[in-house]
């Protein structure tokens, strides 16, 4: 398991739908960029307005050139993040031992 990041947005009321538009092309656009090996778009079961990203790249600096690309900074600085209330973005890296 490489570095992974989870990141939960909630919408304003009624911008879920939108918010999941936005990203569609953000998956495979970062699927393509050295050091992602996942890129999920998750919508939560439980609130009309939570939307969780999976995300898992090969180090920390492969996150950090993630977040300087064109898709990143057009689509979810640009147009996602107007669009939320809140933006929580929890960074993990893996625990000795505990990768299979």
Do not use: N, W
Request: glycine fraction near 4%; include cysteine.
């Amino acid at each position: 398991m490489g570095f992974v990041v989870v990141a939960r947005y909630v919408t304003k009321p009624g911008e879920r739908a939108r918010v999941l538009e936005l990203l569609e092309p953000m998956v495979p656009a970062s699927l393509a960029e050295p050091g992602c090996r996942r890129y999920d778009v998750h919508a939560a079961t439980d609130s009309d307005d939570v939307v969780v990203l999976v995300e898992e790249y090969d180090t920390e600096d492969d996150f950090a050139r993630h977040c300087e690309t064109e898709h990143f900074t057009r689509i979810v600085v640009g147009e996602v993040i107007p669009l939320l209330v809140e933006r929580q973005v929890t960074r993990c890296a893996p625990v000795a031992g505990s990768e299979a």
